[in-house]
């Protein structure tokens, strides 16, 4: 019984609290609340509205696709940065009015465009002591083009 417990394969695990993954763990989306009183979008499991600070709050999943408004290029990381450098990191809009700012992928500095439309995708980012998958989320353009 042990033997089969360590044959399954390892769990995906997301590394942050306001990400949801599908079963499988390849999909995610952004969790978060929606205030009845004012209908703000707030992300994670706030106690108040920022808003209008009303404490009744609907669960809402957010859009996996959005509008890039602005990036810049990382050519000194932070420590600890396991990925390639420089990187891009970007900040995009949710159609709910949301920004999430994480690295953008697949696209080459040269093609990005503020206004294109990114969609949130999910990578294994490293594993845990029990050899567990972290799961990061990134933005890729929809239409991407050229692979870096």
């Given at each position: 019984?042990?033997?089969?417990?360590?044959?399954?394969?390892?769990?995906?695990?997301?590394?942050?609290?306001?990400?949801?993954?599908?079963?499988?763990?390849?999909?995610?989306?952004?969790?978060?609340?929606r205030c009845r009183n004012c209908h703000e979008y707030l992300m994670g499991n706030p106690v108040f509205c920022l808003?209008?600070?009303?404490?009744?709050?609907?669960?809402?999943?957010?859009?996996?696709?959005?509008?890039?408004?602005?990036?810049?290029?990382?050519?000194?990381?932070?420590?600890?940065?396991?990925?390639?450098?420089?990187?891009?990191l970007g900040s995009v809009e949710l159609p709910e009015g949301l920004e999430v700012t994480t690295e953008i992928i697949?696209?080459?500095?040269?093609?990005?465009?503020?206004?294109?439309?990114?969609?949130?995708?999910?990578?294994?980012?490293?594993?845990?002591?029990?050899?567990?998958?972290?799961?990061?989320?990134?933005?890729?353009?929809?239409?991407?083009?050229?692979?870096?």
């Amino acid at each position: 019984m042990a033997e089969q417990e360590k044959a399954k394969s390892p769990k995906r695990i997301p590394v942050v609290r306001t990400l949801k993954l599908s079963e499988d763990g390849t999909r995610g989306v952004f969790i978060g609340k929606r205030c009845r009183n004012c209908h703000e979008y707030l992300m994670g499991n706030p106690v108040f509205c920022l808003n209008c600070s009303s404490q009744e709050f609907d669960s809402v999943e957010f859009s996996t696709e959005g509008i890039l408004r602005t990036y810049t290029v990382i050519y000194v990381p932070p420590p600890g940065w396991k990925g390639d450098v420089p990187y891009i990191l970007g900040s995009v809009e949710l159609p709910e009015g949301l920004e999430v700012t994480t690295e953008i992928i697949d696209c080459p500095k040269e093609a990005l465009k503020v206004g294109m439309k990114m969609k949130l995708v999910m990578k294994v980012g490293g594993q845990d002591a029990e050899g567990n998958e972290l799961i990061v989320h990134k933005w890729q353009p929809v239409n991407q083009g050229v692979k870096k």
